[in-house]
C-alpha cells in the first residue's frame, strides 16, 4: 500500500520533468528533442509536462492552444550557457539573433539573467527580450514574420 501512494504522489508531481534528449519528442512538431542547449517545457497544474524542441515551438504551440496558458503551472526555456538546465521562463531572457541557429531556425535562445543575455548580445548581435516582450513580438507570428 505504502508503495502504491508513493507511486501515486510521484506521478502528481508539480515541477519540471526531465527531457530525454535524443528520445522525447516536441509536443508541437513531433521532432525528437536532441539539443540540450534550446528545448524548453511547459507543466500544467497537473503536473503534466508538455515539451518541446525549442522556444519557437512552445510559443507557436500556446498561439495553438491558447488555453494551455489558463492551464499552465511553469513555462520553462534551457538557459543556453548550462545546456540541460530548464528555468523560468517568466524571469529569463530571450536572444534573437541569426548567430546562434535554435533548432527549428527562429534563432530563439534562452538565458538565466538579463546580464547574461546581453553579455551573449554583445558576441552575436541581435534583439533581447523578456518572456512577455517576445509573446508579444512572436506570438502568431510564422517563423518567416518574426523580427
Known amino acids: 500500500m505504502l508503495l502504491i501512494t508513493a ?3 510521484a506521478s502528481c508531481s508539480r515541477g519540471p520533468v526531465p527531457i530525454e534528449y535524443g ?3 516536441c509536443h508541437h512538431c513531433s521532432m525528437v528533442i536532441m539539443d540540450d542547449q534550446y528545448a524548453a517545457e511547459i507543466v500544467l ?3 503534466k509536462a508538455y515539451k518541446f524542441d525549442a522556444i519557437e515551438c512552445m510559443v507557436r504551440y500556446m498561439d495553438k492552444d491558447p488555453l494551455v496558458k489558463d492551464d499552465a503551472l511553469l513555462f520553462l526555456i534551457t538557459d543556453h ?3 540541460g538546465e530548464l528555468i523560468n521562463a517568466g524571469t529569463g531572457y530571450v536572444l534573437h539573433s541569426k548567430d546562434l541557429p535554435s533548432p527549428m531556425g527562429m534563432f530563439l535562445t534562452g538565458f538565466s539573467s538579463e546580464q547574461a543575455a ?3 548580445q554583445n558576441v552575436h548581435g541581435g534583439n533581447m527580450y523578456s518572456w512577455d516582450e517576445l509573446l ?3 506570438g502568431g507570428l510564422s517563423m518567416e514574420d518574426a523580427p
Open 23 to 25: 528520445s522525447d519528442e
Open 7 to 9: 507511486l501515486v504522489m
Open 136 to 138: 508579444a513580438s512572436f
Open 118 to 120: 546581453k553579455e551573449a
Open 81 to 83: 550557457d548550462h545546456p
Open 45 to 47: 497544474k497537473t503536473g
